[in-house]
Structures are given as structure tokens and as C-alpha cells.
């Protein structure tokens, strides 16, 4: 998958790392700004306590 990632990315090596990196980042700003939010609204939320000796 990552190869074929690799060789649909135009340009020479250091324009594909930098749209490597441009992906990397716009993906995990979305997982943060919407998938985890989400996720997190749907698993509940367990009180646990520790009681100390």
C-alpha cells in the first residue's frame, strides 16, 4: 500500500516527502478534531477509584 502511496505522488524525492508529510499531519489533525471526539462520546465512561493503604 505504501508503495503504491508512493509511486502515485508526483514530483522528485523531496517534493514527495513533503506530501507525505502534508498527509500525515491533515490526517492526524482530523482523527484528533473528529474521529476521537466521536469515539469518545460513544464508549462510556468508567469511574475508578484507587484507595490508598
Same mark, same amino acid.
Do not use: C, H, K
Given at each position: 500500500?505504501?508503495?503504491?502511496?508512493w509511486? /502515485? &505522488?508526483?514530483?522528485?524525492l523531496?517534493?514527495?516527502?513533503l506530501? *507525505?508529510?502534508? +498527509?500525515v =499531519?491533515? /490526517? &492526524?489533525?482530523?482523527?484528533?478534531?473528529?474521529?476521537?471526539?466521536w *469515539?469518545?462520546? +460513544?464508549? =462510556?465512561?468508567?469511574?475508578?477509584?484507587?484507595?490508598?493503604?
Open positions: 500500500m505504501y508503495a503504491a502511496l509511486r /502515485i &505522488l508526483p514530483g522528485p523531496w517534493l514527495r516527502i506530501w *507525505v508529510l502534508l +498527509l =499531519t491533515g /490526517i &492526524l489533525f482530523a482523527l484528533a478534531t473528529w474521529v476521537f471526539p *469515539v469518545d462520546a +460513544l464508549v =462510556t465512561n468508567q469511574e475508578v477509584t484507587v484507595e490508598s493503604p
